[in-house]
């Protein structure tokens, strides 16, 4: 991946009409008080660009159209002003590529002027082989108005000495410094989120609690934002804190239209947070080796119920299985049986994290006309 990617016709259409949109926006606030004056050319590079007319039309020397002194200088202005935010993405050995590019898609949709940086521009091969120059180093990187700092294997970077020293400068001097995912282990080992409150991916929510306990970890929220620091969560949640921090710098009309552009569904507050779904609740209940090949047939629900199916073969009765279930559920996840597995079916209660509670049902079955075969569903739904 190149910045000239940025130069494919799709890309251009998409950040024109971002900025044309932007411009009509400030039109209609700054033009519907001002005299329509003298016409000048579109801006063409050309000489033309100097001369004024008394009407409006066409420029008789490159034939582009001609337009109020006003609109001109609003167009400039607005040209300047998000040309100004420039957003540098730190990338590494073993970056994710979607919590760098994600985010580098929606500021680039937004006009900023978007560079990945690197310890040293020696290419760089991303968690998925993908083979990536950096634009900049840090010796010669400009001066970014927001930092992002990617997830992916980030022991390398949330180790080194110089990353971190450039970070926490940057940190100091930039606008917002944004992490995705598990780049917030990146901006915990530089100290920068001691007392704050911060998220990061799904799976690495106990980790960041118990490694670094100045932090307040949340883990209903697809972006934290403190401010100049905002951390997000795993993935794709980059794009959401991406757009949040378009909206803190232009405005939310124009994060709004960078959204629509994208084809993204923007919300103040997104309602997919994958460490908040109540699957989280059930323990891995997987029979293992002594039971035989066990499959998940569907996994579905929200953050207040869910649902879990699994199928599997084994030599043992329902009786043994059910036994080995009611067994995990009681000493690995502290549930109460409240009725007990009469007929493959029981009954449970248990607390939830913030300590609600929660009911579940679990059911043993044989599958019909399949010898050795059996459904196991476990519902949990809060109380």
């Not at 998409?14 to 329509?36: D, E, K, Q």
């Not at 552009?261 to 002594?290: C, H, Q, T, W």
Request: glycine letters at 10%.
């Amino acid at each position: 991946m190149h910045n000239s990617l940025d130069t494919f016709p799709g890309a251009i259409l998409r950040r024109s009409f971002v900025f044309l949109l932007f411009v009509a926006t400030v039109l209609v606030a700054t033009c519907a008080n001002a005299g329509v004056g003298r016409y000048v050319c579109s801006p063409c590079g050309l000489p033309c660009d100097a001369k004024f007319f008394d009407n409006p039309g066409t420029c008789p020397d490159c034939g582009m159209p001609l337009i109020s002194e006003a609109e001109a200088k609003v167009r400039a202005e607005a040209k300047a002003l998000v040309e100004s935010k420039k957003i540098a993405i730190l990338i590494f050995n073993g970056v994710e590529v979607i919590d760098f590019t994600g985010p580098y898609e929606v500021f680039g949709a937004a006009n900023f002027d978007v560079y990945t940086v690197a310890r040293t521009k020696d290419p760089i091969t991303t968690a998925m082989g993908l083979t990536v120059v950096p634009k900049y180093s840090f010796d010669d990187a400009p001066k970014a108005t927001v930092l992002v700092v990617p997830g992916g294997g980030v022991k390398a970077a949330q180790d080194d000495a110089a990353t971190l020293k450039w970070i926490i400068e940057e940190t100091a001097r930039c606008e917002h410094t944004m992490s995705v995912c598990n780049g917030a282990f990146i901006l915990a080992h530089a100290g920068l989120l001691d007392g704050l409150s911060a998220t990061t991916t799904n799976g690495n929510i106990p980790r960041l609690r118990d490694q670094f306990p100045k932090i307040r970890v949340v883990d209903d929220q697809r972006f934290v934002d403190n401010g100049k620091i905002i951390t997000t969560a795993g993935l794709s949640a980059g794009i959401d804190g991406a757009l949040h921090v378009v909206e803190l710098l232009m405005g939310r009309g124009y994060a709004q239209q960078v959204a629509l552009i994208e084809e993204y569904d923007f919300s103040e507050r997104a309602g997919f947070v994958r460490a908040a779904m109540a699957d989280k609740l059930i323990p891995d209940m997987n029979p293992g080796a002594d039971f035989g090949k066990w499959d998940v047939v569907s996994t579905e629900g929200g953050t207040d119920h869910w649902q879990r199916i699994l199928r599997g073969t084994s030599n043992k009765t329902a009786g043994e299985l059910a036994e080995y279930i009611e067994s995990t559920l009681s000493s690995a996840a502290h549930w109460t049986m409240v009725k007990g597995g009469t007929g493959g079916r029981s009954e449970w209660k248990f607390k939830g994290k913030k300590g609600e509670m929660w009911n579940g049902i679990v059911t043993v079955e044989e599958t019909s006309g399949r010898n050795n075969q059996f459904t196991v569903v476990v519902k949990i739904a809060k109380a």
